[in-house]
């Protein structure tokens, strides 16, 4: 059984920071992609930022320069630091793992956690 469980979210007011992490623990192998996805009320999840395992970052265009996502991979562990938030960053934020349990699996598992609110309003 593998958990990711996300910490960090909150009601913030616009301009603020809030930083995000997830932690996946379980039977795991290893982790290819890690990264945060988010959804707003009544709308598509939509990727927000993901990082491969000793690769480079890749950011959605709303939140480039503003969102900075970093992992650690001996721990299992991602982050996203949040700058310079705006009402419509407000969303479910859900963290997200490809895994594999085993090292012949040939495919990815992909893996969410149950996600952790983010509001920013005056």
């Known amino acids: 059984q593998v958990q990711l469980v996300e910490s960090g979210g909150g009601l913030v007011q616009p301009g603020g920071s809030l930083r995000l992490s997830c932690a996946a623990s379980?039977?795991?192998?290893?982790?290819?992609?890690m990264g945060w996805y988010r959804q707003p009320s009544g709308k598509q999840r939509e990727l927000v930022a993901t990082?491969?395992?000793?690769?480079?970052?890749h950011y959605a265009d709303s939140v480039k320069g503003r969102f900075t996502i970093s992992r650690d991979n001996a721990k299992n562990t991602v982050d996203l630091q949040m700058n310079s938030l705006k009402p419509e960053d407000t969303a479910v934020y859900y963290c997200?793992?490809?895994?594999?349990?085993?090292?012949?699996?040939?495919?990815?598992?992909?893996?969410w956690g149950q996600g952790t609110q983010v509001t920013v309003s005056s």
């Open positions: 990082v491969p395992s000793g690769g480079s970052a």
């Open positions: 379980g039977s795991i192998f290893s982790i290819n992609v």
């Open positions: 997200n793992a490809d895994l594999r349990y085993k090292p012949e699996d040939r495919t990815w598992y992909r893996w």
